[in-house]
T-cell receptor, first 114, second 110 residues
């Protein structure tokens, strides 16, 4: 099992540009989560999906952020337009159905907006 | 919604000594409490977890305790080693999602 796969690992972009982060969950995991990690705010939940359906997007900071999960093996997080304060590490995580399961995190995407 | 408080934010202990990290949670519906370790530049990794029907769980040098009445849970690391240096996150799960504390940076001093 290759684990949760995220791409790209690093992204540097100019303010105002569109950024797309990608995630492939572990096969058979029905839940997919997007988190943002910063020094000031720690690990913040942005949105999560169950069986490809968005369940809770209350953590998405602004309309500039959007996420999709077109199938069980792929999800994207898009920021348009990007701003310097979006600079952070974005983690994707997945877990199987059932209570009491921890997440498996991907390696993260370090986003820098200049 | 659930709120998880974690203390201390930074902890330094002498190699070989014990380290204790404490957390509180607010939502009595939370029934699953995982702990994650994150080394510099790496992903958080699950190191141990406990369910609400258990008061204590141990795995080699690490142990977790849970007091549901007080809504407290703790991580104990004994005989600390240099490789224990990392950021540790506690978390609570009231439903499908996990809410994390702000983390504790643990330094193991030689």
């Amino acid at each position: 099992d290759a684990g949760v796969i995220q791409s790209p690992r690093h992204e540097v972009t100019e303010m105002g540009q569109e950024v797309t982060l990608r995630c492939k969950p572990i096969s058979g995991h029905d839940y997919l989560f997007w988190y943002r990690q910063t020094m000031m705010r720690g690990l913040e939940l942005l949105i999560y999906f169950n069986n490809n359906v968005p369940i809770d997007d209350s953590g998405m900071p602004e309309d500039r952020f959007s996420a999709k999960m077109p199938n069980a093996s792929f999800s994207t997080l898009k920021i348009q337009p990007s701003e310097p304060r979006d600079s952070a590490v974005y983690f994707c995580a997945s877990r199987p159905t059932g209570g009491g399961y921890g997440y498996t995190f991907g390696s993260g995407t370090r986003l820098t907006v200049v | 919604g659930e709120n998880v408080e974690q203390h201390p934010s930074t902890l330094s202990v002498q190699e070989g000594d014990s380290a204790v990290i404490k957390c509180t949670y607010s939502d009595s519906a939370s029934n699953y409490f995982p702990w994650y370790k994150q080394e510099l530049g790496k992903r958080p990794q699950l190191i141990i977890d406990i369910r609400s029907n258990v008061g204590e769980k141990k795995d080699q040098r690490i142990a977790v305790t849970l007091n549901k009445t007080a809504k407290h849970f703790s991580l104990h690391i004994t005989e600390t080693q240099p490789e224990d240096s990392a950021v540790y996150f506690c978390a609570a799960a009231p439903d499908d999602k996990i809410i994390f504390g702000k983390g504790t940076r643990l330094h193991i001093l030689p």
